[in-house]
C-alpha cells in the first residue's frame, strides 16, 4: 500500500525483490490513494508472460474496495447455490469455505479501518 503514485521504477523494485527471493509469487497488488497512470498500469500488465505468469495489479482505493466487495459477493452466491447440493461431505466443505470467507472479511475490514486511519491525515 502506497501513500503516493506508484511508479515504474516501484514495479522494477519489487521485480528485484522477488527475484532474490525464494518464494515464488502469482500476483502482486499495489494498492495506492493515487489516480493510477495508465502508462504504469500498462507496463504492469505486460510483465505477465516475461516474468512466467506474475499478474501484477495496480489499484487505487476504490478499485481494490470494489475488487474484495466482487470477490466477497461472488463467494457467497456460490456458497449459497451449493449448500442444498449434495450431502456431508460437501456441506463440510461449505461450512470452511463460509469460515474461511468470515476470515477474509474481518481481514478486509481491518485494512480498510487502517488505510482511512493513514489518509485522515
Not at 6 to 33: A, C, H, M
Not at 92 to 100: C, E, K, M, S, V
Amino acid at each position: 500500500m502506497k501513500n503516493k503514485r506508484v511508479s515504474r521504477e516501484d514495479i522494477d523494485r519489487v521485480l528485484q525483490k522477488l527475484l532474490l527471493s525464494n518464494r515464488r509469487v502469482n500476483n502482486y497488488i499495489f494498492i495506492t490513494t493515487e489516480p493510477v497512470d495508465q502508462e504504469v498500469q500498462n507496463y504492469a500488465r505486460s510483465l505477465y508472460h516475461a516474468t512466467g505468469g506474475i499478474e501484477f495489479v495496480i489499484l487505487d482505493c476504490i478499485g481494490f474496495i470494489r475488487h474484495f466487495l466482487h470477490l466477497f459477493h461472488r463467494l457467497r452466491t456460490s456458497t449459497e447455490r451449493q449448500k442444498y447440493k449434495g450431502g456431508r461431505q460437501k456441506r463440510d466443505g461449505l461450512i470452511l469455505r463460509a469460515f474461511q470467507l468470515r476470515q477474509w472479511q474481518v481481514y478486509f475490514r481491518r485494512r480498510v479501518l487502517d488505510f482511512l486511519k493513514l489518509t485522515k491525515h
